[in-house]
């Protein structure tokens, strides 16, 4: 058998063990210590956020964003459909409704149109939407201009779910930093990784110092333990902020080599009849987490991902959008095909940054010799 070849696998970049060390050396271990502020602090440089928490994982930050936002039983959330569940499961912890929206084709981001006539909708049926959660997907930004019009039209607060997207920009700005609150994961598989973690983000600093006091069980000040809120244990730990502090070193490097595995691909795939690929329009900066394709038919897709697998190759298909999902399909959404085709017809290919052109090269030709026959 050959050796795997991973869809994205964690790659330290070779400093996280010093911060890991020096955690344990001067017994910091604990959710706070130097590396949870050293590595808050890493974020704000990079993407010139006003403040952060680091937090358990980029779920936990999601449902903090929401609790910070109010959101409550029986509100709407707009969210959307194309997206990884974690995006949408804690309008549900919330016991919150989801509302799903479809993408567009130019990012495969939520489209500002369809965005626009939910909201119109759900005000016509009597409930204005609470707040929009806007995925940035496979690191591609969403159409921020017009997201934002479209939210600030009927004041309404963005979450961006930029948990793909750290190192993305848009016009030049970090994503996750542009709405009301952003939102980042360190996963084993993002582009970079604490093996688990997350973070939240604002240019409003209340909403951190709040979810702070939300993740750290909500005490308030008392010499003895009192509780005037309900409260969570979402902190990230001193240790994992370590990982965190070294990754942040290399993420810039990272997102080169994800974009040059994206380059690759396209040169020596794209040419290739019924295969295309993700463009990114004119100021849009994607940090090309996962290279994606689309290929003529679910058929050819299969076949594709089939061919990939019998090689110990993983490949996986786009995401299956939310609407579609048993858990999900009971709610409102409003759709307009662009999902639904691209979870038929897409395929997401090996994409880490520590991949090697020589495993580069045996995607590509096990891709050329299925399209051949
Ligand atoms: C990974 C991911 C999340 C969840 O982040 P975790 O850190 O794994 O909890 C949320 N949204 C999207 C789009 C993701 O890809």
Not at 152 to 165: F, G, Q, T
Not at 308 to 328: S, T
Not at 335 to 363: A, H, I, Q, Y
């Amino acid at each position: 058998m050959k050796n795997k070849i991973w869809l994205s696998s964690p790659h330290m970049g070779g400093t996280e063990m010093n911060y890991v060390q020096e955690a344990y050396d001067t017994n910091w271990v604990a959710p706070l210590g130097p590396n949870v502020n050293g590595f808050e602090q890493d974020i704000i440089n990079y993407t010139g956020v006003k403040a952060v928490s680091v937090l358990s994982s980029g779920t936990a930050a999601i449902h903090l964003a929401l609790i910070l936002l109010g959101v409550k039983s029986d509100d709407e959330v707009l969210c959307s459909t194309f997206t990884f569940s974690a995006s949408a499961n804690p309008i549900v912890y919330q016991k919150a409704i989801p509302v799903f929206i479809d993408s567009e084709k130019d990012t495969w981001n939520m489209c500002p149109v369809s965005l626009e006539e939910a909201i119109e909708d759900r005000i016509s049926k009597g409930k204005k939407p609470k707040a929009i959660i806007l995925v940035h997907l496979y690191g591609m930004p969403s159409k921020m201009d017009e997201i934002m019009a479209v939210a600030s039209k009927y004041n309404i607060p963005v979450i961006e779910d930029a948990a793909e997207a750290i190192g993305s920009t848009y016009k030049g700005r970090a994503m996750g930093i542009l709405g009301e609150i952003g939102v980042y994961s360190f996963n084993g598989n993002k582009i970079i990784t604490t093996s688990g973690g997350g973070a939240l983000v604002s240019n409003n600093s209340e909403y951190c110092k709040k979810a702070i006091f939300l993740a750290t069980q909500a005490r308030d000040e008392a010499p003895h333990y009192q509780h005037s809120e309900i409260g969570y244990n979402y902190r990230m730990s001193n240790i994992v902020a370590g990982i965190g502090r070294g990754q942040m070193e290399v993420l810039d490097d990272r997102v080169a080599a994800r974009r040059a595995n994206h380059a690759y691909y396209q040169e020596n795939l794209g040419s290739r009849q019924g295969i295309t690929f993700l463009q990114e329009p004119e100021g849009f900066f994607s940090n090309r987490w996962l290279s994606c394709i689309l290929t003529k038919s679910f058929e050819q897709r299969e076949k594709i991902r089939l061919a990939l697998a019998k090689e110990n190759i993983e490949a996986r298909p786009l995401w299956k959008p939310m609407h579609q999902q048993p858990v999900f399909e009971n709610y409102p959404a409003y759709t307009n095909g662009v999902s639904e085709e691209l979870f038929e017809k897409g395929l997401c290919l090996p994409s880490g940054s520590n991949l090697t052109k020589e495993d580069l090269n045996r995607v590509i030709s096990t891709i050329n010799a299925v399209m051949n026959v």
